[in-house]
């Protein structure tokens, strides 16, 4: 293997510029040359690919986002697209992919590496952490801190006017940045798609005639199965009309934003072994972190199985956050 290539793609995360130099930067100390995709399997499809010199990726550490774009493909999704992406691998002559994203890109790399046996190793690039096979994902890290920062921020304000807020942090399907956010920003009940009947339970702990607090902070992941922040909001308006409780909804913030040192680092080590494991033969794998230690996993699982949020950790918030 000479010429490989790295690609973004799916929603974009913070940590994702440290990954993509450590792939050029190892993959140059490993003698490979390294080329660039743009924005994820479009710039596949429509040839948007440029060498990668090792100076080329100076600079971008400490970015947000991605140098090399990120976008979702439609097209990819046809075998007429991928065909077309293939072609222009062949002609580029890539010999192999590396590719960041979440469980979307995997699929597609998989598909991609079934069809044309391009060998590719996928790095996990999502906020959400919700990915199989690895303990935390690149831009989880950064996200949490971003909600904890909004959340102290809010907590002051909570405090002064003696209000109830209910936060609405990201997490469609998975609720690892709101127990991590939640816990870590002391809020009162964290709400996550995982667990089932928070409702009640805060409704139970705010009522409890013991309370030191006049104010309240309650974390919501936008994919809770009991509502959204402000449909759990007006359930709770319901049952205690005199509270005064808003919603913040903080959103694409999350997204972006300089990297914490842990996601600079966790996707140094990820890019470098993604090259690693190619050079290895390994393909059709995704590398992951589990218990600090580098571990390769099939996409199919990666893809397949689900990661549950830390019992342990959801445990002690149920006890702390009351
Ligand atoms: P995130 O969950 O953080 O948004 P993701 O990688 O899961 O990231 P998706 O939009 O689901 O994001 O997937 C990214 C791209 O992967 C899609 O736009 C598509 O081009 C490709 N892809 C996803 N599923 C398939 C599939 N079944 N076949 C071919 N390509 C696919």
Known sequence: MKRIAVLTSGGDSPGMNACIRAVVRAGCSMGLETWGIMRGY?????????PLPAESVGNIIQYGGTILKSARSAAFRTPEGRKQAYENLRKAGIEGLVCIGGDGSYTG?????EEYGIPSIGCPGTIDNDLYGTDYTIGFDT????????????RDTADSHNRVFFIEVMGRDSGHIALHSGLAGGSEGIFVPERHNEFQQIVEAYGNKNRQKA?????????????????VADEFRKV????DAR???LGHVQRGGKPTANDRILASRLG????????????NEAVG???????????????????????????????LTR
């Open 143 to 154: 996200a949490v801190n971003t909600a904890l920062d909004a959340i102290d921020r809010v």
């Open 240 to 243: 205690y009309p005199d509270a």
């Open 272 to 283: 470098a072994h993604a090259v690693k494991g190619l050079l290895e033969g390994r393909s």
């Open 247 to 249: 919603v913040t909804v």
């Open 289 to 319: 972190v589990v218990n600090n230690a580098i571990e390769y996993t099939p996409f199919a699982d990666a893809i397949g199985k689900h990661k549950d949020i830390n019992e342990k950790l959801w445990e002690l918030s149920t006890i």
């Open 109 to 113: 790399a998989k598909v991609f590496f």
């Open 42 to 50: 479009q710039g596949m499809i429509e040839n948007d690919l440029k």
């Open 215 to 231: 104010f309240s902070i309650f974390i919501v992941a936008e994919g809770d199965e009991e509502g959204k922040a402000y449909e």
